[in-house]
């Protein structure tokens, strides 16, 4: 899914577009993480794809 690093859908800017995977983005709107751009855009997506591995060993712990 193609994201606006600053927010800004236009600014197309090619150091301002990233491609995130769904299930990212359904993370950062659930946690609220899609609300901060600009310069921590970058860390907020890290932190969305840490909690979905985080869930996914949750997930895989519990079926064991």
Sequence with gaps: QLAFADGN???C???NLRLIRKSTQAIMNM???SKVDG???DTAVL???L????NNRQ???CCL
């Excluded at 909690?51 to 985080?54: A, E, G, P, T």
């Design 51 to 54: 909690k979905h591995i985080q």
């Design 9 to 11: 859908r236009k600014n």
């Design 13 to 15: 800017d090619l150091k």
């Design 59 to 61: 997930k895989d712990i």
């Design 31 to 33: 946690t609220g993480l």
């Design 47 to 49: 932190i969305a794809e």
């Design 39 to 41: 310069e921590y855009f």
